[in-house]
């Protein structure tokens, strides 16, 4: 079993930043895919970014790219995702996830973290 946390979100205006933490434990992550998700109200849960647990893979969602980084700490077992120049459209309950290198669906959720953005 894996847990993850969320953390950092907030209230923040438009063009601000926050940076949300993912911590992780429960099993060793190594072949793991660590994933950021986004569920805005009355859509559906979009992916955000995603980051391969040795930390040199990192994919982003078309939306985010340029604004978002994804980062992994490997010592705190924790994996950020850093928001920058943030837009009304942004607003969102953000989740992460984690999947198995070699697996398509994501196994394991956090209970999601709250970011608004004002306009």
């Known amino acids: 079993q894996v847990q993850l946390v969320e953390s950092g979100g907030g209230l923040v205006q438009a063009g601000g930043s926050l940076r949300l933490s993912c911590a992780a434990s429960?099993?060793?992550?190594?072949?793991?895919?660590m994933g950021w998700f986004r569920q805005a109200p009355g859509k559906e849960r979009e992916f955000v970014a995603a980051?391969?647990?040795?930390?040199?893979?990192?994919y982003y969602a078309d939306s985010v790219k340029g604004r978002f980084t994804i980062s992994i700490n490997h010592a705190k077992n924790t994996v950020y995702l850093q928001l920058n120049s943030l837009k009304p459209e942004d607003t969102a309950v953000y989740y992460c996830?984690?999947?198995?290198?070699?697996?398509?669906?994501?196994?394991?959720w956090g209970q999601g973290t709250q970011v608004t953005v004002a306009s």
């Open positions: 980051i391969k647990w040795n930390g040199i893979s990192k």
């Open positions: 996830a984690a999947r198995q290198g070699t697996g398509v669906e994501y196994d394991y």
């Open positions: 429960g099993r060793t992550l190594n072949n793991y895919v």
